[in-house]
């Protein structure tokens, strides 16, 4: 049964459909960087609340930016902006759902213009983004915005005055601000969904920055004028492979252009700072508190950290899938020892968690193997991760006198990775907008050790640091002389 409209009526009993009236949906939101991560959390929270009969003025209407999101577009007007989302439990058992909460969806490229009028539209209240670490154009040394990139130059040379259209995230968002002001219409918030500490804090301070080369005026007023909440966010959500779509049809009857699949576990923790209005998030189990740090800090200390300290020396160990590795008793105890000796200390008190279940919770849910999350997605775009996630624990412990050899290790093998090529002559594909710099940066290894280690965008002075580079460094070598997984044992059997 192809998915539509027209078909939601005729799948079997056991698919979940929108029991709302998707026709008395009107746009409420416009969401920046649909893909599976969004369509698994945000837009299923969003449809969540529309089953019990709220927030039916709060439809999502996607925006995508990059040529590659043209597939999302097709996708979405074939099956009138439905998509089923099929969360994957540990003994096996699929539950799939249609989510219904997206009303609309807009590439950018075909018509810019209808972005923007979406975005000017006093009915849209949230802006809402997911457009990944590295989309925020911070310079990993100074905190600042780095305005170098060529479609964010060509949205700066943009008549002041609005006359044409921007590419960029950041152009939309700036200028729509413009004409609402203009206008007279209320504000919209910006809410960031995005693996970042201070998400909302950091999109305030980019998108600010921004606005300040086009019009200072206009970036103090965004400044004072719109909201920016901070919120945590954290379901893993693997890519969507060819055989989940089979799955889907041959288990359930659904034909689906483009699933997303997930785990059980979700969260969301978020700030309540709206003044134009939210839905009721915690009516469907979102957490709305004051303070988001502490939350998101364990999140991406703990569970994104974790991450990569599993991928890169599970790829070199053979392993291919986030599973495999967690199952592993020699990886499992490897991470828990890093969360609960090295990450853990730098870690605020967390309201209501209790982090050692927590930990445990993590290793259960990296080992679930229905969800089959690849090291190859865990693994890309490293430059954007660890200096976010892992650099700042090492610091800490550093100035603290706390343990960081565990971490020292992950950026060892992440510099072992980058050579490109695995322990048995094998190429490995490296992914990430610096890949240049960071594969020759680890290709200089023996002839300079600390080679890699030498790039202060991505490690500050770790370089400058004795103890830490001491451990890199014998860390590298075993990496090479003995392999990732005899490097492992010997770490955990000396503890």
Request: charged letters at 25%; a negative charge.
């Amino acid at each position: 049964m192809r998915l539509s409209q027209d078909t939601l009526g005729e799948l079997r009993a056991e698919v979940a459909r929108p029991a709302y009236d998707r026709s008395s949906v009107t746009p409420g939101i416009v969401h920046f960087g649909v893909g599976g991560f969004h369509r698994a959390h945000q837009a299923m929270y969003v449809d969540a609340l529309m089953n019990e009969g709220e927030a039916l003025d709060w439809g999502i209407v996607g925006v995508g930016l990059m040529p590659g999101d043209a597939r999302m577009r097709d996708a979405m007007e074939a099956q009138d902006n439905l998509f089923t989302l099929v969360v994957k439990h540990p003994d096996g058992h699929l539950e799939p759902r249609v989510i219904g909460s997206m009303v609309g969806y807009l590439f950018a490229p075909d018509d810019p213009g209808a972005v923007m009028d979406r975005l000017v539209d006093p009915a849209t209240r949230i802006v809402s983004l997911t457009v990944t670490e590295g989309g925020y154009h911070v310079n990993q040394v100074t905190g600042e915005f780095d305005a170098n990139d060529p479609v964010l130059q060509a949205d700066l040379s943009l008549d002041p005055d609005g006359e044409g259209i921007p590419q960029s995230m950041f152009g939309f968002v700036v200028e729509a601000a413009r004409r609402r002001r203009e206008a007279g219409t209320e504000p919209f918030a910006v809410m960031s969904c995005d693996n970042l500490p201070g998400n909302g804090d950091v999109a305030r301070k980019m998108i600010v920055a921004f606005a300040r080369l086009r019009d200072d005026e206009l970036g103090d007023w965004i400044e004072s004028n719109v909201a920016f909440p901070n919120c945590m966010v954290d379901r893993i959500t693997p890519v969507t492979s060819q055989d989940d779509i089979a799955a889907l049809a041959g288990t359930f009857d659904v034909e689906d252009a483009w699933p997303v699949v997930c785990e059980p576990y979700t969260q969301w923790v978020l700030e309540d700072h709206f003044p134009s209005g939210r839905p009721r998030f915690e009516d469907v189990g979102v957490q709305i508190v004051d303070d988001v740090v502490p939350y998101e800090l364990m999140k991406l200390r703990l569970l994104n950290a974790s991450h990569q300290a599993l991928c890169y020396l599970g790829h070199l160990s053979g392993y291919r899938y986030a599973h495999e590795v967690a199952q592993d008793p020699l990886f499992a105890e490897f991470l828990l020892g890093y969360m609960a000796e090295e990450a853990s200390p730098t870690l605020p008190e967390v309201p209501g968690v209790d982090l050692n279940v927590y930990r445990r919770q993590l290793i259960e849910r990296f080992a679930n193997p229905e969800v089959r999350d690849t090291l190859a997605r865990l693994c890309a775009e490293s430059s954007d991760r660890i200096p976010k996630w892992l650099v700042p624990v090492i610091q800490q412990n550093l100035e603290t006198g706390g343990a960081f050899e565990r971490s020292a290790l992950v950026v060892a093998s992440w510099a072992r990775y980058a050579e490109g090529v695995d322990e048995s002559g094998e190429p490995i594909e490296v992914v990430d907008r610096h890949k240049d710099k960071v594969m020759a940066a680890a290709r200089a290894y023996p002839d300079d050790e600390l080679a890699f280690l030498r790039d202060r965008d991505f490690f500050g002075n770790l370089v400058d640091s004795e103890p830490f580079t001491t451990a890199y460094t014998a860390f590298l070598k075993s990496l090479h002389d003995n392999g990732a997984r005899t490097t492992l044992e010997d770490l955990e059997s000396n503890r």
